[in-house]
């Protein structure tokens, strides 16, 4: 239930409590001058000197009068919202900024996937070690792929109420203490536990490393950072059965668990059952170079730094954040983070198709950590560390496809301007082309893959099909995703859950059943069987396409904008923000598109008026 925020509250509180009568509102005094925040880091924040230094762009040209919305006393207090121009907003990074930290929380969410399926390397090693037989050891894996899916129920809504950062530095030193103690395993409980911890404390970056990307990139130049970032995920799993085969071939289980640690932060590397400190990486990049980019929370840290300047001056003005207007209390948020991914799962037609395609798919990427052993290692006679190489197929598709991924928004533009021509939005059907050639492809590379698996075919030939494999799984998944967002917007988050955690399930259970499928099948039709299920889900893209409009008109949480009328004579208002837009501003159709939007312009409120001068 949404909760109308006092001015004079606490704006770290989410209490729905009547308030205590307040005193009559003070007469204002000339207003505070309003400044364009260059950063709104903490200043004990580690972040903070760099992102001033590495966000700096030109400043407006010169200084305009922007009093907030509002007559800034405590019934309609001013509304803070960005100024034009303002460099504390993220979409006002410079673009080289922006895609630094793009890259360190793509890279970040690439070492989560990496611990996932490095794993894979030291099943038969721990296995053996611990004498549990080899479905036991593949819990490993499937546990860890649990944490995946339980992970996002829990981080999303903490983001929501405390900021990106904040969860991330919460999680994942955790992330690193599970991976480190599985260096120091001394019976397989032990393993499966710290695992499925892992997995689930390391799910952080899966949940926020999207909404970051959403938080910087306006919508129309998102496509791009949004296949870069898909590539993380995926791409990490097909390294990790490299490194990991090798390292356990050559080191042993134990040295695996290290170099997950090595790579996600400062870690104890097990030598001789002695441990030494090593340098660390990931954890260190993110917590010294990543700021915090989460509109509502910035915004709150800026109505704070008013009202306290307000307060020093004793101008008697009230400044609240436009996203605490109406705001949800912690109890409802985590409610609702627990409960709408799965009423959009099992109500929605859109978001339950797609979680089944997504989940299969997904699901036959984690078979293939068993499969792949069992075609090249155990059929061709390869090593440990040589049979993981076979995923380096896998991994240039991947690449290929991201590369290839800005072709589709030359057809989005096009689709896009003939959008605008007519007043419309741009229908989110114009995100599928690729997903659909993707659709057709990835079959197509799964029947290759299966009748020329056996060791009679010259082992270059399967694993070319398995790169027409990662390419057409790549596109899949990345238009998937911004079809979802696009679709749902304020929901998409919801929407991308449910997603998650259907396709964690699968991811789970599929590698389970690998060796039985194998052994009772066949090389050729345990593969078959796989492409028989992507071929049962190829329609969906084409049939989205086709009928994704009237799917959404006649949903409850995808809205559909009805056709566009002749433009009013005199502007519209903006309708007030929602609870539900207030916790996903950066998930709205138009998001990033206009700056300063929530301020009123020259000419409309005078600065004489409100007494602020905008310096």
Known sequence: MAATLSPYSSFSSTETAAPSPLPPAPKLRDGIRIARYTSLEHPASLVAPLSRVLSTVPAPASPEPNPYKGSGTREDPYLVDWLPGELANPYNW?????????AIVAISTLCIAFASSSYSGAIADISGRFGVS??????????????????PLLWAPLSEMTGRVFSFNVSYPLFVLFNMAGALAQNIETVLVIRFLAGTFGSAPLTNAGGQISDMWAVHERALATSFYALA????PVLGPIVGGFTDEFAGFRWVFAVQT???GPLPAFYRDKLTQKGAVMLVLSV???????????LRRKAVKLQKQADEEGTGEVFVSKFDVVRKAKAEIVKTGLTRPF??????????CLAIYAAIIYGTLYLFFEAFPIVFEENRGWSLGVSGLSFLGIGVGLV?????????????????????ARGERTPPEARLPLCCVGAVMLPVALFWFAWTSTPNVHWLVPIVASGFFGCGFLWIFT????????????YAASALAANAVARSVFGAVFPLFATYMYTNLGLQWAGTLLAFLSLACMPMPFLFWKYGAFLRRKSKYAPSAPLASAPAATPQPKEPITADEALEPEYAADAGEHDGEGVHQEGVVSAEKTGHQVV
């Open 343 to 352: 009423a959009l799962l099992f109500r929605e037609l859109i978001v339950a």
């Open 400 to 420: 290929v496809g991201t590369a290839l991924t800005p072709l589709n928004g030359i057809y989005y533009r096009r689709a896009a301007a003939r959008a605008a």
């Open 94 to 102: 410079k673009s080289s900024y922006r895609w630094f930290v793009t």
């Open 262 to 264: 090595i790579f996600v």
């Open 233 to 236: 995920p995926f791409l990490g």
């Open 134 to 151: 080899t479905e036991v050891g593949i819990l490993g894996l499937s546990l860890y792929v649990v944490g995946f899916g339980v992970g």
């Open 479 to 490: 238009a998937m995703m911004m079809y979802i967002i696009d679709s749902y917007t304020i």
């Open 288 to 298: 010294l170079f990543v700021p915090e980019t989460y509109a509502p929370t910035l």
